[in-house]
């Protein structure tokens, strides 16, 4: 179990260095922060401990522990990321699917208005599962879409091996 776990972290925070290291801008003199090097990011998972990683449960913890339910009552239709990010993870997203010889299926987990997935993708079906039914339908990427807490009820009601 640990052995798998350092694998899906290892995987997990591999694929957010490389949409970071693919689109980092490059530092200029009118930077606010020092933003590191694509070389130095590479660098720094290569040497990155990764065989230490053991999470707690106050890891989990949220600021808010109310029930979702409250702040997903009525739709907000805004980014939780800025402009960049947006760019950068439609990029990655794009860059996966377009590895694929045929079109591909998508399971868009936490789903809201937005999938940061081109509407030119080669998708045949993407299945959203968001806590707002109107934000969902306002999604064009979305063939289909349904309203879960997977915070309430982690099981889908999703066929095996569907995606």
């Excluded at 993870?89 to 010889?101: A, E, G, P, R, W």
């Amino acid at each position: 179990y640990s052995e798998r776990k350092n694998t899906i972290n290892k995987s997990f925070l591999s694929i957010l260095a490389i949409g970071l290291i693919n689109n980092i801008a490059p530092a200029s003199a009118k930077d606010k922060y020092i933003r590191p090097t694509k070389d130095e990011l590479i660098q720094l998972f290569k040497e990155y401990d990764w065989t230490d990683e053991e999470f707690k449960p106050s890891d989990f913890k949220r600021l808010d522990e109310s029930n979702d339910d409250n702040f997903y009552s009525f739709p907000r239709f805004v980014e939780h990321i800025d402009d960049l990010a947006v760019k950068s993870l439609t990029n990655f997203h794009d860059n996966v699917i377009s590895n694929y010889n045929d079109k591909v299926d998508v399971l868009d987990l936490c789903s809201s208005w937005v999938s940061h997935i081109s509407p030119t993708a080669p998708i045949s079906n993407a299945v959203g599962i968001g806590m707002n039914i109107e934000e969902l339908k306002k999604n064009p990427i979305l063939t289909s879409c349904f309203v879960q807490d997977l915070n309430q009820n982690y099981k889908l009601n999703i066929a095996d091996k569907s995606f």
